[in-house]
C-alpha cells in the first residue's frame, strides 16, 4: 500500500495479540501498531488465566512488554471493541485489524442443576483468584468439605492445585488477596475430579498430572480398577497413542500403587469414564449424581465415551467447578462460526460466510482456532496470520482506510472513552501493583477492581500533565 505508514488494530491484548504484534514488527515492515484491550491491564489469560503458583510461565510478560510495548506498539486499555468502538468504525481507522479476543465464557454441560447455587463454570472460579476485576464481587461458598471438578484438562488441574494447596504455598503468588483470604478459611479436604472417558484419554498434560501426585500434604488417589484399559483404549494407546498418553497412563498407575499419605491434610481423587447426570440439592448444590461410561470408537475414529445403563451413583459436595473448556463469544458486525464458535477463517484470513476473504481483518490465537493449546501455541499461530497481512500489504491487497490519521482515532476514543489507559497507564498500575508486593515478598499485589485500577492509571497521567 503506498502512502502514509499503514496502520494494524489488534484486538485484544492476551498472547495471541502480543505475540501477533511482535512478529508484525519483525516481518511487516514499517507499520504502526495499537492493541486495544477492554481490560485497563495487558496480557489476557497470562495475567488472568495461568496459576498464581506458575509465577515461572508469568515471566512471559517481560518478554512480551520487550517485544510489544517497548518496541512502539501502542497500548490502548479499557476500550472494548464492539461496545465503545464499532468494528466499521475500526476499518474506518486502520489499514488491518486483527481479532485476538480468545475465548471469554465457558463451554455448558447442559445437565440439570448446573445453574443451581454452588455450581460455578471453573472460568469464574480462576478470573476471581486471579484478580480479574470483573470477577471480584463472586463468592465461592468453601465451607463443604468435598468438591467435585468435572473435566480432566489442565483448567481443571489449576484448579484443583488452588483447591488443595496450603495457604502458605500461595502467600508468596500473585493470589488475588480476596482469594487467598477466601481460601485461608476453606475447609475443602477432598476434591474428586470426574473424567468422562478413560486415563489414556485424560486430558491433562503429564507434568500437570505429575505435580499433582506431588503436592505437599495432599494425597492423590486413583482406583485402580478405573485404570484397567478396555480393549478399544488398549489398541489405540498401543498404535496411535501420543507420548502424553501413554505417560500418563503409567502416572496413573504410579498413582493408584502407591500407600495412602498418612496424616494428609487434603485428598485429591481422580475418577475416570464418570460423566455428570444432573447437580441435586434444594436451593444450593448438595450432589452430583454420576453414572459409568465405556469407550467406543465412533464413525470419525474418534474415542467417545458412551453411558452404561446402570444405577447412577451419588457423590455429596457443596461445591461444584465444570472445567469442561471455554467458549468464544461473537463479536458485532464480525462473522461467526456458530458450530465451532471461532471467526471463520483461512490461514488467520477471516472470511465471509460465503467463503470468501474479509479484506483486512484477521485473526489470531483462541478466537482463531478454538480455546485449545498453550502460550507457545499462539506463537505459530500468529506467525502464519501475520504472513497473511504481510503479503496482503505488500501486494496491495487493502482498500487504504478512508480516516488513516492517528489523531483521528485518538480524538474519537478519547470522546467515548475518557479514561483510556496508555502504556503510561498500564506502568503506574504495574509499578503500584509490584510496590504493594515488595513488603510481603510477592510479585504483586493485584489491584482487583475496575475502579482501583483505573485510579491508579489516571494518578499518574495526572501527575505527568502537572
Ligand atoms: C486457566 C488457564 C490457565 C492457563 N495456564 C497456562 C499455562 O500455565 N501455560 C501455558 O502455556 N498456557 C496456559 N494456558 C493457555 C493460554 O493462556 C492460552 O493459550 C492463551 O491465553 C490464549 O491467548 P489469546 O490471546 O487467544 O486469549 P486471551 O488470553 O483470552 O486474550 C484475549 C484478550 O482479548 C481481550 N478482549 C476480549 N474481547 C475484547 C473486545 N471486544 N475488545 C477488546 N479486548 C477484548 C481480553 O480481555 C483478553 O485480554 C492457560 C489457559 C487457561 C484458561
Ligand atoms: N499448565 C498449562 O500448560 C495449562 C494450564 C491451563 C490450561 N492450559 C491449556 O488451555 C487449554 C484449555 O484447557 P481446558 O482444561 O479448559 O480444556 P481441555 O484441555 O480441552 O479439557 C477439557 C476437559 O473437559 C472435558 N469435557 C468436555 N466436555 C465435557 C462434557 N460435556 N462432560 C464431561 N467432560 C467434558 C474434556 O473431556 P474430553 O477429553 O472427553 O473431551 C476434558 O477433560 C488446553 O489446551 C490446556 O492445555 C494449559
Redesign the pocket.
Known amino acids: 500500500m503506498a502512502g502514509p505508514r499503514p496502520r494494524v488494530a489488534i484486538?485484544?491484548?492476551?498472547?495471541?495479540?502480543a505475540f501477533a504484534a511482535s512478529a508484525l514488527r519483525r516481518c511487516a515492515g514499517d507499520v504502526e501498531i495499537d492493541l486495544?484491550?477492554?481490560?485497563p491491564t495487558?496480557?489476557?489469560?497470562?495475567r488472568g488465566?495461568?496459576?498464581p503458583d506458575?509465577q515461572d510461565?508469568k515471566r512471559l510478560q517481560d518478554t512480551f512488554d520487550r517485544q510489544t510495548l517497548r518496541h512502539g506498539c501502542r497500548f490502548l486499555g479499557n476500550?472494548?471493541?464492539?461496545?465503545d468502538i464499532s468494528h466499521a468504525e475500526l476499518m474506518r481507522h486502520y489499514a488491518a485489524v486483527i481479532y485476538?479476543?480468545?475465548?471469554?465464557t465457558d463451554k455448558s454441560l447442559g445437565i440439570a442443576g448446573e445453574d443451581l447455587p454452588g455450581s460455578w463454570a471453573a472460568t469464574e472460579f480462576?478470573a476471581w483468584y486471579n484478580g480479574h476485576p470483573d470477577y471480584r464481587d463472586l463468592q465461592f461458598d468453601l465451607s463443604a468439605k468435598r468438591v467435585v471438578v468435572i473435566g480432566n484438562g489442565?483448567?481443571a488441574a489449576?484448579v484443583i492445585r488452588m483447591l488443595t494447596l496450603s495457604p502458605r504455598a500461595l502467600e508468596r503468588t500473585d493470589i488475588a488477596d480476596h482469594a487467598l483470604e477466601a481460601l485461608r478459611a476453606s475447609a475443602v479436604e477432598e476434591v474428586v475430579v470426574l473424567g468422562r472417558r478413560g486415563p489414556a484419554q485424560a486430558a491433562f498434560t503429564s507434568a500437570e498430572l505429575r505435580e499433582l501426585g506431588h503436592l505437599e500434604g495432599v494425597d492423590l488417589r486413583v482406583r485402580a480398577e478405573e485404570l484397567e484399559l478396555d480393549p478399544v483404549s488398549q489398541d489405540w494407546l498401543a498404535d496411535h497413542g501420543t507420548f502424553t498418553a501413554r505417560t500418563n497412563v503409567e502416572l496413573l498407575r504410579e498413582f493408584a500403587a502407591r500407600a495412602p499419605r498418612e496424616g494428609a491434610a487434603r485428598r485429591i481423587e481422580l475418577r475416570f469414564l464418570r460423566s455428570p447426570v444432573q447437580i441435586r440439592g434444594s436451593g444450593r448444590v448438595e450432589a452430583v449424581d454420576i453414572r459409568r461410561n465405556e469407550i467406543v470408537r465412533a464413525d470419525d475414529g474418534a474415542l467417545r465415551a458412551r453411558a452404561v445403563d446402570e444405577p447412577v451413583e451419588p457423590i455429596a459436595c457443596g461445591l461444584v467447578l465444570r472445567s469442561v473448556g471455554?467458549r468464544a463469544v461473537p463479536?458485532p458486525d464480525v462473522p461467526f462460526d456458530e458450530r465451532s464458535f471461532v471467526l471463520p477463517n483461512e490461514r488467520g484470513r477471516v472470511l465471509t460466510p460465503d467463503g470468501a476473504p474479509l479484506p483486512g481483518v484477521y485473526a489470531?490465537?483462541?478466537?482463531k482456532r478454538g480455546p485449545t493449546?498453550?502460550?507457545?501455541?499462539?506463537k505459530r499461530d500468529a506467525e502464519e496470520t501475520v504472513a497473511c497481512l504481510a503479503d496482503d500489504l505488500a501486494t496491495a491487497a487493502l482498500t487504504p482506510p478512508a480516516s488513516p490519521d492517528r489523531a483521528q482515532i485518538d480524538a474519537l476514543l478519547a470522546e467515548r472513552v475518557p479514561d483510556v489507559v496508555t502504556v503510561e497507564g498500564w506502568r503506574a498500575i504495574d509499578g503500584l501493583e509490584r510496590e504493594r508486593g515488595r513488603d510481603g515478598q510477592r510479585p504483586r499485589v493485584k489491584l482487583a477492581s475496575r475502579g482501583e485500577l483505573l485510579s491508579a492509571a489516571a494518578a499518574t497521567a495526572s501527575s505527568a500533565a502537572s
Open positions: 484486538v485484544g491484548a492476551g498472547p495471541a495479540g486495544l484491550e477492554r481490560l495487558p496480557w489476557g489469560l497470562l488465566g495461568v496459576a506458575h510461565i476500550v472494548e471493541v464492539g461496545v485476538a479476543t480468545g475465548a471469554q480462576v489442565n483448567v489449576d471455554y463479536l489470531v490465537g483462541w478466537i493449546g498453550i502460550l507457545g501455541t499462539n
